[in-house]
């Protein structure tokens, strides 16, 4: 019978949810673990702070967990330490038994037509991974220059392009409670827009939101949707036709359609703004010279070569992410001997979430994901497939000593966030690096 260690030494570099899941799973069951989550930010929590749409407070209320989680004895969080940067990977594999990169992937994904290609983006295109990080207040973001006129264009239709359409049409005081600053909101988009598309190559059925997100929309008094009859009623047909044959639709795809019905009939004569839903076209070309003047689309099902332009001077991709510069981030692919589907990359190397599986996924999904990995570190050190001895944190602490936020410096930050936001908001973000340093070390 195995005989569990009684001291691996493991780091996990990401704090957002898989990586936080990840060191949950594994002190679990190997309770004598030692475990420092490593970030390239000052702050913890990745996706669940600068990912998450900031009026969804529920969402982000998962961080409470994980507070606790890092107030033992046995999990140290190790922030503004960028692996590649102060640390090399090699570094950290030198003095961990193991390591886990939950890093998840940044860069957003590009059309890939022109206007908003690999040689050239379009003033007045914008990834939705970026602007969430803006409305999230991430330090690495820069909003000078930034503000939407009247129109925007969405292309996609995930839960992204959902949370940005609410960005985009919400008033100041439907932000009430949120983490989102007044004053970044009269900035950029200092009034709802007037309309907002939102483009998707799928037919109603297959579209990828979730409905609950978009019946989330009706709670906006001051919206009016827009959406084709003629594709609801063919979606109907679907649905009924399958029930006919014994082979009913997935809920979920009924239960879009009632959504996308509901909201379709509902008459508000006092909206101000106007929510247009379009299915089955193909993104052709970004329009305009240096800054967008529209956008055109083919229709994804169709033989024909008529197109559907919307005139535009804000474009949004919400298609998925990607490493930056392929082939020259981090691919667990590329080594030798991976087994992706248990995480495993190399003797003592792992890889969890969004960096193992694709950009995919909800935080619950991600937790199923980290479990699964959790499980492959702590059979690895139960069976001896890994030779432990290594000093842990001990062994790079020295490099790193001079920048390290530890989670009392976090704890630091987020008092002065909680005490900037008032009473209207839930905390006021800190965007300036420097300024977040100085909370860190306060004290």
């Excluded at 970026?130 to 009247?150: A, D, K, S, V």
């Excluded at 667990?332 to 995480?343: L, Q």
């Excluded at 492959?376 to 390290?404: C, F």
Aim: negative net charge; charged residues 25%.
């Amino acid at each position: 019978m195995p005989v569990t260690p009684p001291h691996p030494h493991i780091a996990v570099v990401g704090s957002g949810p898989s990586g936080c899941y990840t060191a949950q799973f594994i002190l679990r069951q190997l309770p004598g673990a030692t475990i420092t989550v490593f970030d390239r930010l000052a702050t913890p929590f990745g996706l669940v702070r600068y990912g998450v749409a900031p009026d969804h407070q529920g969402t982000k209320a998962v961080t409470r967990q994980f507070d606790r989680l890092f107030q033992g004895d046995q999990l140290a969080f190790a922030g503004n330490v960028g692996i590649g940067d102060r640390l090399t990977l090699e570094q950290l594999r030198s003095a961990f038994d193991a390591v886990v990169l939950a890093t998840g992937l940044w860069q957003d994904r590009r059309l890939g037509v022109p206007g908003d290609d690999a040689a050239k983006r379009l003033d007045g295109v914008h990834g939705s991974g970026r602007l969430t990080r803006l409305i999230n207040g991430h330090p690495g973001e820069q909003h000078e220059g930034l503000r939407f006129g009247e129109r925007a264009v969405i292309v996609g239709q995930g839960n992204v392009a959902i949370d940005l359409v609410r960005f985009l049409t919400k008033t100041g005081d439907q932000y009430h409670g949120s983490d989102l600053e007044e004053e970044f909101l009269s900035e950029v988009r200092p009034t709802p827009l007037a309309e907002v598309h939102l483009v998707g190559r799928s037919l109603p059925l297959d579209a990828k939101f979730d409905p609950v997100m978009v019946k989330e929309l009706a709670d906006q008094p001051q919206l009016r949707f827009e959406i084709d009859p003629a594709l609801l009623e063919a979606a109907q047909r679907r649905i009924d036709t399958a029930a006919e044959a014994g082979e009913p639709l997935p809920k979920d795809a009924i239960r879009r359609i009632e959504v996308l019905r509901d909201l379709a009939s509902a008459e508000r004569p006092e909206a101000t703004s106007t929510v247009h839903f379009h299915f089955g076209l193909h993104p052709a070309a970004v329009l305009g010279d240096e800054r967008v003047t529209g956008i055109e689309f083919t229709l994804a099902a169709s033989d024909s070569d008529r197109t559907v332009r919307i005139d535009t001077g804000t474009v949004i991709t919400a298609i998925g992410f990607e490493h930056e510069l392929p082939g020259t981030e981090f691919d667990p692919r590329s080594h030798d001997g991976h087994d992706i589907d248990t995480g495993r990359i190399a003797p003592g190397l792992y890889c969890v979430g969004w960096l193992r599986r694709g950009p995919r996924g909800t935080i619950p999904e991600n937790r199923k994901d980290a479990q699964l990995v959790a499980g492959s570190v702590v059979e690895d050190v139960q069976s001896g497939a890994l030779a432990l001895g290594k000093p842990g944190y001990a062994g790079v602490s020295e490099r790193i000593a001079d920048t390290v936020v530890d989670f009392a410096g976090w704890l630091r930050i987020n008092d002065a966030e909680i005490a900037r936001g008032g009473a209207d908001r839930a905390r006021g973000k800190i965007r300036d690096h420097a300024e977040i340093l100085h909370h860190a070390e306060e004290g």
